[in-house]
């Protein structure tokens, strides 16, 4: 069976057309069939279905290194022990304990396990977690990149900031001022949970910080802010307003040209964002874009449902549709979106950054041209484009969709993942994965009368999905469980060592065809708190 997986996997390797369109000295490529790419940018710029086309990531231009070398039939090289698998799968994994008692409040999370594989080279997903030191409750997010990695990468560092001061009193807020203005070391607004490869633009750290500042000054001057916003009305203020500040940085004189190409790139780049703020009174998900966040619940009989707390922001929400349309004049129904993506474009129809689809295009001119002469736009992933039918801008929001759920003695944990994750398997099946990770017990349904009545052959097939379901795990990460089947599940739902082999050992240049970035975070819940107390 894997035998006509890798031969498919030869065949395309051996059988690339090197059409090379520009020189990119810093940004890495990713070669992407058109037939296969469900997220490659510019079908308007694609040749027919039967050639190859080029992109740099999910959104992005469509040009590739003529420096760079392509994996040919030797290249491959399929073969991977179980050791060298668990490497690959467990190098950015993460657990931590989150103690039941902080000193302030119970805490509503036991734990929570991550973890991130990427596909992209370099990785254009990030992740999030930390708790809220200033006020209440634990904030986790995860980060789809595209066009290339620096939207994801400056939301993940600054979007979690912007909630948890916008739920901090005005008391407080006033204390973080006075320490900025007499120079002293203000109290910690986070704690952060950080892996040991996550870094931030320390370049920009002045920036953010000012810009944060501005932020709760504003906050400090609005009479109705005394006890700060609610989780709610938090989340979605701090999308709004990094978007905003993100937009702006581009636009404003820097005191670096280092600080101002990194601006503009962080601008024109774009991300989706799934954030859920976890507390004592409930979960609330705040979401843009395609990431997800589901539930785990375990019903009496022991099995486990998924309870969706987020909606997926792309052409198939037929609601986020006609919200797009609505917001433009009736001659643009058709094209406003096509092909399934933003003007015939993006996948998500919310995002950050992604100006592109924001700006006027006179502004967007203006802009690039403000960079000095000397910068190469090849090297920031930027360049001159206009997508096709732009005519009333802006077409992308990044306005959140909030979900809240009051946490119930059944609702074991929360999944948040970007789409690669769910590109390869439904909320109901990670749910069960996880689930069954957790408790060790692999429920089987009973044989229903139709499939008493199979033939020998199916039958044998019917028990080895069912002897599949009862693998003993693997890892004792659930992200990193999540991950190894969704990417190296056999035919009956059996852990397949080879396929997975087969996945991981893909060159850079070739990855992106089959499988995206895949960032997981799974939070588990102390649902003790939502029994009911007995004096």
């Known amino acids: 069976m894997y035998g006509r997986v890798y031969s498919r996997i030869l065949h395309r390797a051996s059988s690339y057309r090197l059409n090379v369109h520009r020189k990119v000295p810093f940004q890495p490529y990713v070669i992407v069939p058109f037939q ?178 501005v932020f709760w000054q504003e906050l400090l001057d609005n009479e109705e802010h005394d006890e700060g916003m609610s989780p709610q009305e938090a989340l979605s203020c701090a999308f709004r307003r990094l978007d905003a500040d993100i937009s702006l940085e581009a636009q404003v004189p820097l005191s670096s040209d280092l600080m101002k190409s990194t601006a503009i790139q962080v601008a024109f780049a774009g991300c989706t964002a799934c954030v859920a703020h976890v507390g004592t009174d409930g979960i609330h998900v705040a979401n843009t874009g395609d990431c997800r966040a589901v539930l785990g619940v375990q019903n009496n009989d022991g099995s486990w449902s998924a309870v969706p707390l987020s909606k997926d922001h792309n052409s198939q929400n037929q609601d986020e549709l006609e919200r797009i349309r609505a917001q433009h004049p009736p001659s643009e129904r058709d094209t406003v979106v096509t092909d399934d993506r933003l003007l015939g474009v993006l996948m998500p129809l919310r995002a950050f950054g992604d100006v592109r689809f924001k700006w006027s295009v006179e502004l967007q001119q203006s802009i690039l041209a403000s960079l000095e002469s000397g910068v190469d736009l090849d090297s920031l992933n930027l360049y001159q484009y206009t997508p096709p039918n732009y005519l009333t801008p802006p077409y992308l929001e990044v306005t959140p969709e909030i979900t809240y759920h009051k946490l119930r003695p059944q609702d074991h944990f929360l999944i948040l993942g970007t789409d690669g994750l769910w590109d390869e398997f439904s909320s109901e099946e990670a749910v069960r994965l996880v689930g069954e990770h957790l408790s060790g017990i692999h429920l089987q349904a009973p044989v229903s009368p139709s499939e008493r009545k199979l033939k020998l052959g199916q039958m044998h097939e019917l028990l080895l999905k069912r002897r599949a379901r009862a693998s003993p795990a693997l890892d004792t990460n659930a992200a990193t469980h999540l991950i190894r089947h969704a990417l190296g599940t056999g035919e009956y739902g059996e852990s397949s060592q080879e396929r997975l082999a087969s996945m991981l050992a893909l060159p850079e240049d070739l990855a992106r065809m089959y499988r995206d970035d895949i960032t997981v975070t799974v939070v588990y819940l102390n649902y003790d708190l939502a029994r009911p107390r007995h004096s």
């Not at 999910?58 to 668990?86: A, K």
């Not at 973080?176 to 320390?202: A, T």
């Open 36 to 213: 296969t790419a469900h997220k490659c940018p510019f079908s308007s710029w694609s040749p027919s279905r039967s050639d190859q086309s080029f992109c740099t990531g999910e959104e992005s231009g469509v040009w590739t290194r003529s420096c760079c070398h392509f994996s040919t039939r030797e290249d491959l090289d399929f073969q991977q022990s179980q050791v060298q698998i668990n490497s690959i799968l467990r190098s950015n994994e993460q657990t931590v304990n989150v103690p039941e008692f902080d000193g302030r409040a119970l805490s509503a999370v036991r734990k929570f396990d991550s973890n991130h594989l990427p596909a992209n080279t370099p990785n254009e997903d990030r992740r999030s977690a930390a708790t809220c030191l200033q006020s209440k409750g634990m904030l986790f997010g995860v980060f789809d990149g595209h066009g290339g990695w620096a939207c994801a990468q400056a939301v993940s560092e600054r979007l979690l900031y912007y909630i948890a001061v916008a739920m901090m009193p005005k008391q407080i807020l006033e204390e973080l001022d006075k320490c900025m203005d007499l120079g002293r070391p203000i109290p910690p607004i986070l704690q952060w949970y950080k892996h040991h490869s996550d870094f931030n633009y320390r370049e920009s750290a002045p920036l953010y910080i000012r810009h944060l500042r």
